[in-house]
T-cell receptor, first 117, second 111 residues
């Protein structure tokens, strides 16, 4: 089945630094990927939709200059948390949409636990 | 606008019991419906994907049904095991491709 690889699984960084999270579709091409944020015991919150070769579409309230998204190829999207602060500490999950003919489904990465100290 | 709801929020059952998780949606013009499992601190694992033209999908001890007319989907788990303990989420894509999630049902299977 479709596999999405997300790295790193855990990262600790100092306040003010930037962190890059990678999301790769391993066995299919994904023109569209999605980035989510999840708080403890809460549901996933969509941050942005990443489109290959074009700018990402951000959800309302998400700072595009803080959460930089790049989708330079059909198998890779990256999320960079710039000038990280402790309140950015969270669980980030990516998802890719696999299209098969007229059908499609979503595959998720294993998530990245970001801790900003 | 599609809305997805899951009831109950939490469920605890003894090992070996068959159980049903419920998912309801407001827009019957559904494209597909997907069931996921999330273990604590992990990403989502896709369990079953039901296309709009299908009525059910099966994988091992899992069976998911889709009834568009009533706006419902169910996930049936047979002979539950402690390893089935997790949060189960149903989701359906909006017309823009964004996944609309239910709130999830946290299942605990007691040995």
């Amino acid at each position: 089945g479709a596999v999405v690889s997300q790295h790193p699984s855990r990262v600790i960084c100092k306040s003010g630094t930037s962190v890059k999270i990678e999301c790769r579709s391993l066995d299919f091409q994904a023109t569209t990927m999605f980035w989510y944020r999840q708080f403890p015991k809460k549901s996933l919150m969509l941050m942005a939709t990443s489109n290959e070769g074009s700018k990402a579409t951000y959800e309302q309230g998400v700072e595009k200059d803080k959460f930089l998204i790049n989708h330079a190829s059909l198998t890779l999207s990256t999320l960079t948390v710039t000038s990280a602060h402790p309140e950015d500490s969270s669980f980030y999950i990516c998802s890719a949409r696999e299209i098969k003919g007229t059908n499609y489904g979503y595959t998720f990465g294993s998530g990245t636990r970001l801790t900003v100290v | 606008k599609q809305e997805v709801t899951q009831i109950p929020a939490a469920l605890s059952v003894p090992e070996g019991e068959n159980l049903v998780l419920n998912c309801s949606f407001t827009d019957s013009a559904i494209y597909n419906l997907q069931w996921f499992r999330q273990d604590p601190g992990k990403g989502l694992t896709s369990l079953l994907l039901i296309q709009s033209s299908q009525r059910e999908q099966t994988s091992g001890r899992l069976n998911a049904s889709l009834d568009k007319s009533s706006g419902r989907s169910t996930l049936y788990i047979a002979a539950s095991q402690p390893g089935d303990s997790a949060t189960y989420l149903c989701a359906s894509p909006s017309n823009t491709g964004k996944l609309i999630f239910g709130q999830g049902t946290t299942l605990q299977v007691k040995p």
